[in-house]
């Protein structure tokens, strides 16, 4: 049965990075709600238009809508071995109560919760080099995970673009934001969290994170 891990951090911690490339490297399914959400707006769901709203002027997607979003992922969750990550979900008290409440009458619990520490400083220039696929959402970074072609997709030849909610004035509103609302979160996670440091190189936090995973060299 799939373990449930929950991959916390402000945006551009790099947390998005580590799970996509866990992903490529084990067996293992990444829920992110960032891409749920864009997926929503795209396809302009009652859901998605009020998504859209909240976006759009840098605030924090309320948390009956994640919920809304969540819950049939959940309950559809695959009985095969491997790893299901959350990216970037819960980001609130009320939400890790829900999550934990819908695991529970699952007969689930999380098994480990990363957090992915990084400052304003060090996030600002992330994000800065961060590119996305026009098609596929595929993303990238210019330095740390740069497509074999400057600005084309790897995956599928689209071009990369920068996306609006990676503007530095958005996202400086998203990181405090992010911070104000997930201090009491990571209080809550105390006894299940792991802290991963970020300020290191790309392989020392994939180490960081394989070893929180008990699963060494192999993965
Ligand atoms: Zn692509």
């Given amino acids: 049965m799939k373990k449930i891990y929950v991959f916390l951090g402000p945006p551009g ?13 084990m067996d293992c ?5 960032g ?18 709203t909240v976006v759009e002027s840098g605030g924090l997607v309320p948390d009956e809508l994640l919920i809304a979003i969540i819950e049939p992922l959940v309950s559809g969750l695959s009985q095969e071995p491997g790893a299901v990550i959350f990216d970037g979900f819960p980001r609130t008290v009320g939400q890790a109560k829900q999550f934990d409440q819908l695991l529970s009458t699952l007969g689930r619990s999380i098994e480990q919760v990363l ?11 992330r994000i800065s080099g961060r590119r996305i696929c026009s098609y596929c959402s595929h993303t990238y970074h210019v330095v740390h995970v740069p497509p074999k072609q400057t600005n084309v997709c790897d995956e599928c030849g689209h071009s990369l673009i920068v996306r609006d909610d990676d503007q530095a004035n958005v996202v400086r509103k998203r990181y405090q934001a992010y911070c104000d609302q997930t201090a009491i979160l990571r209080s809550y ?4 969290c792991a802290v991963i440091d970020t300020s290191q190189s790309l392989k020392v936090i994939t180490r960081a994170v394989l070893d929180t995973f008990g699963c060494g060299n192999r993965c």
């Fill in 35 to 52: 891409d749920l959400l864009r997926e929503e707006i795209k396809r302009e769901t009652v859901l998605g238009k009020k998504i859209q």
């Fill in 29 to 33: 399914v990444v829920v992110s709600t």
């Fill in 189 to 192: 996670y105390e006894d299940r």
């Fill in 13 to 25: 911690s790099g947390k998005g990075t580590q799970a996509q490339s866990l992903r490529q490297s």
């Fill in 115 to 125: 957090y992915f520490d990084a400052s304003l400083e060090l996030v600002l220039e």
